[in-house]
């Protein structure tokens, strides 16, 4: 159990009263870690003023001794903090950092993402009940930031920070293209034109299918990559296991 003011994960001048097991601890991650079970947060009902150490139902303000337990309190999630603009999505059913009038709620997402991202992105339905396809962890309720790839699909930031540290651009899930290489593609295109294959592979062709835009089509082998005949893309593969066929000059 950490010591005031708070712990690792929030500032907070209390501790919770665990629902499950009425052990005291900080924060729900904080029981999380030390127990063989989970806090359930909405289930909370009573605090400890970490000044005068009264025992009391959850509130923001302590009864006892008028010591503020945190700038911001919400009284479903029962959560304390410092001020980060935090506000709580009821259609998500938590709290989320704001502020408020920069994100927007996607309904088929079921996700707050930045006002920048509405109409501009990809729905997939419920995405945000998927864990992490990287960490396999929970996105929904992580204090970590979600990214959106352009397929829709969705990672911590963190995780996908670490994807392109290690030179991965494609989408775990669906292997769609992580981010805009449009650029990658024409750097690609100046790299096979200065390095012709040798003559007898010079013709040769190959079923490709592109994993950004899901066409088949036929390219021209080349070792260095195989590029897509409908988007220009480079992020293909062989199409169903066929071998390269080739004709000598």
């Known amino acids: ?44 009902k009573e605090v400890q003023c970490s000044e005068c150490l009264t025992i009391q139902k959850a509130q923001q303000t302590c009864e006892k001794c008028s010591k503020q337990f945190g700038e911001y309190y919400c009284d479903i999630c029962h959560l304390f903090d410092t001020d980060k603009k935090q ?5 998500c059913g938590i709290c989320r950092i704001g502020p408020r009038d920069e994100y927007f709620h996607c309904n088929k ?33 992580s204090r970590i930031g979600a990214h959106v790839l352009p397929c829709g699909h969705l990672l911590h930031k963190t995780c996908f920070d670490d994807m392109l540290r290690n030179c991965a651009y494609r989408c775990p899930l669906c292997m769609h293209s992580a981010l805009e290489m449009q650029n990658h593609w024409e750097e690609i295109d100046q790299e096979i034109a200065q390095s012709p294959m040798p003559t007898e592979y010079r013709n040769a062709t ?15 082998f080349h070792v260095l990559g195989m590029k897509c005949g409908n988007c220009g893309s480079y992020n293909t593969a062989q199409d169903g296991g066929r071998r390269v066929k080739w004709w000598r000059m």
Do not use: W
């Open 206 to 220: 190959v079923r490709i299918m592109c994993n950004d835009c899901q066409a088949h089509s036929t390219a021209s």
């Open 1 to 44: 159990m950490a010591s005031s003011p708070g712990c690792e994960h929030y500032v907070r001048f209390c501790l919770l009263k665990a629902p499950c097991c009425g052990k005291l601890y900080v924060c729900r991650l904080c029981h999380d870690a030390e127990e063989n079970h989970q806090m359930d947060r909405f289930k909370v």
């Open 87 to 91: 506000y709580h999505c009821l259609p």
């Open 109 to 141: 997402c079921n996700l707050c993402l930045a006002q920048t991202l509405e109409g501009k992105h990809k729905c997939v339905e419920n995405v945000s009940r998927q864990n992490c396809p990287v960490c396999m962890e929970d996105i929904h309720t």
